[in-house]
Nanobody, 126 residues
């Protein structure tokens, strides 16, 4: 059974850092494009970042220079390093996966992904 599990969320003060992880079971993450999405209360799900099979990456403008997505194929995981966190970054963060072409990058929109994790809560507050 294909499964994604997020971890690493929590409470952090503004300006702080967190590293989210997305672990896969039942399939090899290196063969999939991976996206991170977030959803705050009362708001639509938003694409945060994604990484293609080749390692190509995309970020939403609001997190550029603060977030870094990376793969650890040896551990079958993808990480999202978040720094300089702001209150507006608070949300439930989800990772998602889709089988995708090696040179095709990664889908920017949620409807481009097939498999989803259950999410991890990130709270940014003093």
């Amino acid at each position: 059974q294909l499964q994604l599990v997020e971890s690493g969320g929590g409470l952090v003060q503004p300006g702080g850092s967190l590293r989210l992880s997305c672990a896969a079971s039942g399939f090899i993450l290196g063969s999939y494009a991976i996206g991170w999405f977030r959803q705050a209360p009362g708001k639509e799900r938003e694409g945060v970042s994604c990484i293609g099979r080749s390692g190509s990456t995309n970020y939403v403008d609001s997190v550029k220079g603060r977030f870094l997505i990376s793969r650890d194929n040896a551990k079958n995981m993808v990480h999202l390093q978040m720094s300089s966190l702001k209150p507006e970054d608070a949300a439930i963060y989800y990772c998602a996966a889709v089988a995708y072409g090696y040179i095709s990058g990664c889908p920017p929109a949620a409807n481009g992904y097939r498999y989803w994790g259950q999410g991890t809560q990130v709270t940014v507050s003093s």
